[in-house]
């Protein structure tokens, strides 16, 4: 408690001096940790569905023409490499970079829906019900295709990437977004004071961005995960 309590009147402080800074640091960091989550959480799967050693010939071996000598030992004598993927430290920095990017948008767009609809105390829920909206039906779906676009992009990829990203798991990840965030937010915009506001979006977006790190790496759809 005493580290929770040093970290809040530290950020509160660096917030009453630089709150868009502030804010921009610590996505940064919080989406660092996501993808590092994600990364885990990858390599736990993938050594889980690691083929024991001899597995591969437990359904028998198709014998090879004996005018395609090379190639069957270039089959059954080169290296496999069946360990967990390497930690990836460009995707680290992708990440990182992203939340860094989109962090003043998002300060800028709670305070713009802080300041059209204030909470008062005769009024309150209609304001925090008109928050959720406007977030959830214009800031989420721009907020996932900038992410989509932003890591397809910085990862090499063209139009086509882009558009095949779309395609295969833009639908998916907003509803799994309308799932989850609209509780989230109608929490968050009812009794979270407003510098408090994105650190909580960013906490609880530690799990939503494992989830968009790992759904972005997918090659196939991820309606089934959803």
Sequence with gaps: MVVISRLVAGFNRF????????????????????????QTLTAIRSRQKRPLAG???????EMPDYDEKASYKAQFLAPRNRGPPAFD???????MSYGFIMSPVQYHWFSFLTRTFPITKASATVP???RMAFDQFIFAPMGLACFFTFMTVTEGGG???VARKFQDVYLPA???NFMLWPAVQFVNFRIVPLP???????????????YLSLTNSSDEPVASNV
Excluded at 15 to 38: E, F, H, M, R, S
Excluded at 55 to 61: E, F, H, T
Excluded at 89 to 95: A, D, G, K, M, S
Aim: proline share 3%.
């Design 15 to 38: 917030y009453a001096d630089k709150p868009v800074l502030t804010i921009t640091i610590t996505n940064a960091v919080l989406g660092g940790i996501a993808d590092t989550v994600a």
């Design 55 to 61: 597995s591969a010939i437990s359904d028998g071996i």
């Design 89 to 95: 430290f460009e995707r680290l920095t992708r990440f």
């Design 128 to 130: 925090v019900l008109q």
């Design 159 to 161: 139009r086509r990437a």
């Design 174 to 176: 907003l509803k799994a």
């Design 196 to 210: 408090y506001q994105i650190p909580l979006v960013s906490t609880v977006g530690i799990a939503w961005t494992a």
